[in-house]
């Protein structure tokens, strides 16, 4: 800005009818986004790149992009004013640069020939707040979006464009070929119970059904719904006939000796409203859930993503929330249940505010990974000395990777080998080949007077433990590879993260980086978007 002391001094209600510009004494006003910050040493700062320096002295020197159309102005200007000629050479030599887009704050009249050119005239910088400082990037990326191919599914192009009946794109209206019928629900149910009170108009049945004096099975479920139930459920009507859902319960993968190894399960009995949006949610089409506070949006929404998480373990999603807040309260319950949480990645400000000690951010998680190789590969050396395996197993992720596959899994193969031929109750105590690795565990390994089958669960358990280990290690050695932090943090957003979560305004700011990392969101062979 170029700011003048008023020519005639303010009297009292002398500026009521003046406009703002002359009551302040603004000459001239121009907009520019700040490239760079550098200090009287060469040290430059960005704060986009991992090679900025931190700034030293009081001098400050701001290399700015200024406003195009702004600029034209100026040039017209000079132009109109040539008894300045040495001032328009000047300001065209220094500034004159390829235009681009950049933010235009206010269009101020371009100057008389009196005032010279302006942008030797400039004397006050006026900088946005950071966190407000978001509206170019935001049209930005509106105008990348409209002159971009998108690859989005069939069903929502016109609800996109506003076209028709925005109910076009839910599940039950799309053609039958697009509609599935088996979901896993995995914990969504705490029991057969459940189940039944979610379906008040089907008959619910087990595939396998129980005798009569077993107990109920309990879940994790997959579920069998026909496509003519209706919308939550159905009503309770005995003049037609009833629907068929089954349940098929499930075992899930064996939980490890150690309490780290048991999975979180979902702790909420969803209502039969709730149950109709996650059903929705595992379709294809377009889910909406609208509801006053307090009616378990937040629930049905991290168990969305649990859900999807468990259904589509190879797909990524991606959570985008208005506020920070919002995202939290996601982000925080989702951490309750039963997703790794190396697979988590909260993006953009406000992941400070996350009620846990943990850093969940890019730099944080690179860490996080980082600290978990240090400890696993301490696991791997023990496990070693538990095999007598004199070299140095634990070194790298890559010579964890050989000893599993030399060593480890033929001991296991082996052992099932053993249990073919050996058929006594304590020929798993007996044979099994990593009983002293596991000499740590809370409680002991085999239980004393236990059966065979209770011992080759805790001995399927003990070795799922053993291979979560190796898997872990298995996905550190990009980071093991890899040097940099940028590098280590793009691959954890573009290839390890499993959950992603930002705010919308993040996602606007940042979509031009995000499309050049390839982060792009991919559609399933069955219609579902990650």
Request: with cysteine.
């Amino acid at each position: 800005m170029h700011v003048e002391a008023p020519e005639d001094a303010p009297t009292s209600g002398g500026t009521a009818g003046a406009h703002f510009p002359d009551q302040v004494g603004l000459r001239a006003l121009r907009g520019a986004e700040v490239v760079q910050v550098s200090d009287e040493e060469g040290h430059i700062f960005t704060g986009e790149s991992e090679n900025d320096q931190p700034l030293r002295g009081p001098m400050r020197k701001i290399e700015l992009r200024l406003d195009p159309a702004q600029y034209h102005l100026g040039e017209r200007a000079c132009a109109r004013a040539p008894a300045r000629p040495d001032e328009c050479t000047l300001h065209r030599r220094r500034l004159a640069q390829t235009p681009v887009t950049a933010p235009r704050l206010r269009d101020a009249n371009p100057p008389t020939g009196s005032r010279g050119d302006i942008y030797q005239s400039l004397n006050v910088v006026l900088r946005r707040k950071p966190k407000e400082n978001n509206f170019k990037a935001i049209l930005e990326c509106i105008r990348e979006l409209l002159t971009t191919p998108l690859a989005t599914p069939s069903w929502i192009h016109d609800v996109l464009l506003g076209y028709g009946d925005p109910a076009a794109a839910a599940y039950w209206t799309l053609p039958e070929d697009q509609r599935v019928s088996q979901f896993d629900f995995y914990d969504t149910f705490l029991d057969l119970d459940h189940v039944r009170e979610s379906f008040p108009g089907c008959d619910v049945q087990l595939a396998t059904p129980n005798a009569a004096h077993e107990p109920s099975p309990q879940p994790p479920y997959r579920l069998t719904i026909p496509k003519e139930v209706p919308r939550g459920g159905g009503e309770s009507n005995a003049s037609s006939p009833r629907p068929v859902v089954t349940v098929e319960p499930y075992q899930p993968r064996p939980a490890g000796p150690y309490p780290e190894d048991e999975p979180r399960r979902n702790p909420v009995r969803f209502t039969r409203m709730q149950v109709e949006a996650l059903r929705a949610a595992m379709s294809p089409g377009l889910t909406l859930v609208v509801g006053p506070p307090g009616t378990g949006k937040t629930d049905t929404a991290v168990q969305m993503v649990s859900n999807i998480v468990h259904t589509f373990p190879r797909q990524r999603t991606l959570i985008i929330t208005h506020s920070n807040q919002a995202l939290n309260d996601i982000f925080e319950k989702l951490l309750l249940r039963d997703v790794d949480e190396r697979h988590l990645l909260r993006l953009g400000h406000g992941e400070e505010l996350l009620e846990t000690e943990k850093d969940f951010s890019r730099r944080g998680r690179v860490n996080y990974m980082l600290q978990r190789r240090l400890e696993l590969l301490v696991k791997v050396e023990a496990l070693g000395k538990c095999l007598n395996v004199p070299a140095d197993v634990g070194y790298t992720c890559e010579t964890a990777g050989y000893f599993f596959g030399a060593t480890v899994e033929p001991k296991w193969r082996e052992f099932h080998a053993t249990m073919a031929r050996e058929k006594g109750d304590d020929a798993v105590q007996r044979f099994f080949p990593f009983a002293d690795f596991f000499t740590d565990t809370p409680e002991p390994l085999f239980m004393a007077n236990a059966g065979r089958e209770v011992h080759l669960a805790a001995a399927e358990g003990a070795w799922r433990h053993l291979c979560a280990i190796f898997e872990e290690l298995g996905e550190c050695r990009a980071f093991e590879l890899l040097r940099s932090s940028y590098d280590r943090g793009n691959f954890l957003l573009t290839k390890h993260a499993k959950v992603v979560a930002m705010t919308c305004t993040h996602a606007a700011i940042k979509r031009k980086d995000l499309v050049a990392l390839a982060f792009q969101v991919s559609e399933s062979t069955d219609g579902h978007r990650s």
